[in-house]
């Protein structure tokens, strides 16, 4: 009986999986390789270029240019600038994110009935809400609210590291986090909330019985039963604030000096006449590396800690 | 003794509760503040919202939100992106369904590697393939509305595959079993009874794809761009970029987003629970 229907499975499989399959090459995989071949080429995007000849290539292979692409793109100031600003924003919004999220999460836990529930609702709320839209309303508040109206002189306390919080490199990055925390907090909390409520009552009973402080409980009992979620989240944040863009381009356009890797790829085309697509795609290739290397690293670290605990 | 360890303790709790809903309104409070910021404003002009952003409006006029949708072409606009959302959502959720479902039941090698290599796409940022994608597109006459939505349902795969592959996995094989005895047939029985016994995972996957195509900015700015068909983000955009050429018009940027987030607030009122569900159970099964 099984093995009658192991073998349906097996002939059923390939008219089923074939669908995703022919989307996944088309869509992923083909631009992919495409594109990675197109990093070691001279690229201008609707033709191939010779930079040594200076002239158009015949053929794609003629274009071959190996790692100059790759060294172009190292030396592309703005572009060494936008990675080394997305890795500090990314450590502050991860932080951020995380604290706030669980803190959020651990606190709605001990509410219940319809008010928690109105609390989810409302502290998820802005993650429905599109990027674009958002960067714009918080370019508002953070150029007329807090620079005139709560930190200004005239506002309700003066403080002027608050002020111009879009014109200014360090205090766009904090700007970017609490637009970022604003909008994530609430997804990230719900994460918790059911990672939080995994956790076996008979636990914290046992601890409670056996007298263990609010804070040891909280460490030798939730911290170590919560750290799936804890992967899942920091994977989300991770990986998520690296390739952060459309509250980017909506907050400060990348002005100011602000501009995060993903924007920077995508105005590197715009930078030079005519655009150097070659270059852009071998700087793609680098921030997929990149993100590839911390996501893998980050699940596999966190995944150990999971087995630990 | 036990009596009154047992009163402190209750004390405590009720104290707890107290202070952490205390905590949590102001902090929903604070959460709400933007999104009440952009509802009084839209009504106001210019001046009154430079001038005072946290007064009420003298007079609630409607001229602004009307202008606005005019400048956004709001409901061609609107029925644009539904069409769009509507039409990726279903064909991600009908093909990562089917995918996942028979990679789950037939296992062998070729299964788990061909898993893998569809949820390891998820760490490929979209810069890395965006040029080839659209170079490729347009390659053959696909840059357009139709082009658009094949590539959302390919983008959507990754992420789709993943939440039902773990969510088949903890459904029984007897039910199937059953129907194969009946004599059903492998498309009815998925469509019959596999497919209602997943609605759960069928709703997250919905809701999250549904959320990010509707407000995604890159993928139709870089395909459809400034065309007369736009999707409601790309007319914010546009006209935003329009009107800011002679400083920040906060009386057409406040009304433009206002309505532009109101169908997406409409619609989470109305299922909200099932959303805030939906994520829940996704988190649960990753």
């Known amino acids: 009986m099984i093995r009658k229907n192991q073998s349906i499975y097996q002939t059923w499989f390939w008219p089923f999986v074939l669908p995703a ?24 995007g609707s033709y191939y270029f010779i930079p040594a000849l200076k002239q158009r290539a015949a053929h794609p292979f003629q274009a071959w240019v190996g790692l100059a692409n790759y060294r172009a793109a190292f030396a592309d ?96 990055l904090f700007a970017l986090v609490m637009l970022s925390t604003w909008q994530q907090a609430g997804y990230m909390m719900l994460i918790y909330i059911a990672g939080l ?113 | 003794m036990i009596g009154a360890v047992n009163k402190h303790h209750f004390l405590i709790r009720r104290i707890q509760t107290a202070l952490s809903g205390t905590v949590l309104v102001i902090g929903a409070l604070v959460t709400l503040s933007p999104l009440w910021l952009l509802l009084i404003n839209a009504f106001k002009p210019n001046t009154g919202i430079v001038g005072n952003p946290v007064a009420m409006p003298e007079t609630w006029s409607w001229e602004y939100v009307v202008n606005a949708a005019k400048q956004l072409d709001y409901f061609r606009s609107i029925w644009f992106t539904f069409l769009i959302t509507l039409l990726s959502v279903a064909l991600i959720v009908l093909i990562s369904s089917m995918a996942a479902w028979i990679l789950v039941r037939h296992k062998s090698k070729l299964s788990t590697v061909i898993f893998m290599a569809f949820v390891s796409a998820m760490l490929i940022p979209f810069q890395a393939i965006m040029y080839p994608l659209i170079q490729l597109f347009d390659g053959v006459g696909l840059k357009n509305m139709p082009g658009l939505i094949l590539m959302y349902g390919g983008f959507g795969l990754s992420m789709s595959m ?102 997406i607030i409409i619609v989470f009122l109305f299922l909200q629970k099932y959303i805030v569900k939906g994520i829940s159970a996704g988190a649960i099964k990753a």
């Open chain 1, 21 to 44: 399959m022919l989307f996944f090459l088309a869509v992923i995989v083909v631009p992919f390789v495409v594109g990675v071949f197109n990093s070691f080429v001279g690229w201008r």
């Open chain 1, 77 to 172: 100031e703005r572009f060494t600038r936008a990675l080394w600003y997305t890795v500090r924003y990314t450590l502050v919004a991860v932080v951020s994110i995380n604290i706030v999220s669980l803190a959020l999460a651990l606190l709605v836990n001990k509410i219940s009935g319809w008010l928690s529930g109105l609390l989810r609702t409302v502290f998820f709320l802005p993650n429905m809400l599109g990027g674009l839209a958002l960067g714009y309303i918080f370019q508002f508040i953070f150029q007329i609210i807090f620079t005139d109206m709560i930190f200004g002189p005239d506002g309700l306390i003066h403080i002027e590291a608050l002020r111009y919080m879009t014109q200014d490199s360090v205090k766009a």
């Open chain 1, 197 to 309: 409520n995994a956790i076996p009552q008979d636990y914290y009973e046992a601890a409670s019985i056996d007298g263990s402080s609010g804070f040891h409980t909280f460490r030798k009992i939730t911290v170590p039963m919560l750290m799936p979620s804890f992967t899942i989240v920091f994977f989300m944040t991770l990986s998520g604030s690296f390739k952060l863009l459309d509250q980017n381009v909506a907050l400060t356009d990348g002005n100011f000096d602000t501009r995060l890797i993903a924007y920077q790829i995508l105005r590197t085309v715009r930078d030079t006449n005519p655009p150097d697509y070659g270059k852009a795609q071998a700087q793609a290739v680098i921030f997929f590396i990149i993100v590839a290397v911390i996501s893998l690293s980050q699940v596999y670290f966190t995944k150990k800690k999971e087995i630990e605990a």
């Open chain 2, 162 to 263: 993943f939440l039902y592959h773990g969510f088949v996995k903890g459904v029984p094989l007897g039910v199937e079993e059953a129907a194969f005895i009946d004599g059903a047939g492998v498309y009815r029985m998925f469509f019959m009874i596999v497919m209602p016994l997943i609605q759960p995972i069928t709703v997250t996957v919905i809701i999250i794809n549904a959320m990010w195509i509707w407000n995604d900015y890159l993928l139709p700015f870089l395909v459809i761009g400034n065309s007369d068909n736009k999707t409601l983000v790309l007319a914010l955009y546009f006209a935003r970029i329009l009107a800011g050429q002679y400083g920040n018009p906060w009386q057409l940027i406040f009304p433009s987003v206002l309505i532009t987030i109101v169908p």
